[in-house]
């Protein structure tokens, strides 16, 4: 039952944290409209692209040895906590220099203050993520869950305080920059207090040694940060803040939605790397079950976002942003790969391909950027959108492709039944009734589970296979 416990703490936790933070983000885009948003957003890609050298894979490695070897846990931390506390110092360094000799010669809005409030934010989100790994390698996502919930709450309290009292972005960065120190405290304190672990003296002769093992996990997270940012990168620079805002609206609102594969594999990864090692089956039969059930999910809210977009965007967003509808419905179409992909790598990194992992990511970000060039010149942010779409079911084939060099691959025949069940959902929302689509999404949802039931796309027989197949 464990696993099955612990994944339910991740995807509640997240969820809330998710809802919490896009509450802020929705509240923060309508406050600041496009333009500043788009700034928002710029800073925030910058950031995160320069910081990724402070992450060097050392939570994907940490889970990975930790959950192998526990005892390992304090000698790891206390070298991962001083590596990258120096890391830190040399990105806020980097940031300085890209801002006075490229940034600050841009057409943007941006100054030196947002760029250094966002990526010391993002310093600080690194040092706590340290803790966090010694939490889900110990499989004690209760523990990240509780973090998780509590800083959230924060973030959202004094992000809300700061639009309130009518504080522009500067002052705003700030007040969330100091949520993510409290969160490095209640990091530390939850550690230390709940899951009664140490911290050992950092050893410089283990740093090097260190910084070789994460390697595979560093080019990965590092085209991973590529990955999700260059679009917003390309379109600040091409198309400007305005536009940057308006892609940044709609991207903001996928990312809440892939907190279902992020703790979904998560939660799955220590369980992988052990299994990989001792009964290579049981990961095989995981693997299937969790993509299977990650498309179920996925295709209905795909359907359903696609098709009551405009009804929630108009809800949610200011009339400046009527231009969103048209960029989330062509990018709605990337969440069943991503979901999947959630899953494909966490099986790569368990299996010990990291760097089948990686390759795959920069094939797709090869694409991403591609097309991205060719294609948000001409349309702007909906090419953006269809650059996201495109270089995401190719990561989803490469990734698939991998997994299926090694183990068996996922019964096709089987999948024909969630999109029979999609196209009843669809139907359901498209009733001329004379009320809105969101009216109709409570039927439309239940229509598909329904369909999906009768047609035994989701048995009993299912859950009892994948909590045999994880040893539950």
């Known amino acids: ?145 509780l973090t998780n919930i509590l800083w959230s709450i924060l973030f959202l309290s004094l992000g809300i305080a700061g639009i309130l009292l009518g504080y522009d972005l500067v002052r705003i960065l700030f007040l969330l920059l100091l949520s993510y120190a409290v969160n490095l405290i209640i990091s530390l304190s939850v550690y230390t207090f709940k899951l009664r672990g140490g911290v050992n003296r950092p050893r410089v002769s283990d740093w090097l040694p260190l910084l070789k093992k994460a390697s595979p996990f560093t080019l990965f997270i590092m085209v991973s940060v590529l990955y999700g940012h260059v679009i917003i990168l390309l379109l600040a620079v091409i198309r400007g803040d305005f536009e940057t805002g308006i892609y940044g609206a709609s991207w903001k609102i996928i990312v809440f939605f892939g907190a279902i594969p992020y703790s979904f594999g998560r939660a799955l990864y220590p369980v992988f790397s052990k299994f990989s090692l001792t009964d290579i089956s049981v990961m095989d039969t995981a693997y299937k079950y969790s993509l299977r059930y990650l498309l179920i999910i996925s295709l209905p809210l795909t359907i359903g976002l696609f098709i009551v977009a405009e009804d929630m965007l108009g809800i949610i967003y200011r009339v400046e942003y009527s231009q969103t509808v048209s ?34 990511l920069i094939v797709a970000s090869m694409v991403l950027v591609v097309t991205g060039v060719l294609l948000i010149p001409g349309y702007g942010t909906v090419g953006a959108a269809t650059a996201i779409v495109l270089a995401e079911m190719t990561h989803f084939f490469a990734n698939y492709h991998s997994v299926t060099s090694y183990m068996e691959p996922v019964g096709l025949s089987l999948l024909w039944k969630p999109y029979l069940a999609c196209g009843v959902m669809a139907a359901v929302l498209y009733i001329p009734l004379g009320i809105g689509m969101l009216s109709l999404l409570p039927f439309a949802i239940a229509a598909y589970f329904i369909i999906l039931y009768l047609v035994k796309g989701v048995t009993r027989e299912d859950l009892g296979v994948l909590k045999a197949a994880l040893g539950l």
């Open 327 to 360: 960029v989330f419905r062509t990018m709605v179409w990337a969440i069943p790969f991503l979901f999947m992909n959630g899953s494909l790598k966490m099986v790569l990194w368990g299996s010990d391909r990291t760097l089948a992992s990686s390759r795959n």
């Open 1 to 145: 039952m464990k696993v099955a416990r612990n994944t339910s703490w991740l995807v509640v936790a997240m969820f809330v944290s998710r809802i919490l933070t896009a509450v802020f983000v929705i509240l923060l885009a309508n406050y600041l409209l496009p333009d500043n948003f788009g700034i928002y957003n710029f800073a925030m890609a910058v950031s995160y692209v320069v910081a990724v050298m402070a992450d060097w894979g050392f939570d994907e490695l940490a889970v990975k040895e930790v959950s192998r070897k526990p005892s390992r846990g304090p000698d790891i931390l206390g070298n991962m906590l001083a590596i990258r506390a120096l890391l830190g110092l040399a990105t806020i360094g980097i940031l300085a220099a890209l801002y006075s000799v490229m940034f600050a010669r841009l057409p943007t809005g941006m100054s030196l203050s947002i760029l250094l409030l966002a990526g010391t934010m993002l310093i600080l989100e690194k040092v706590s993520g340290s803790f966090i790994s010694m939490f889900q390698a110990h499989e004690r996502m209760e523990l990240h869950a």
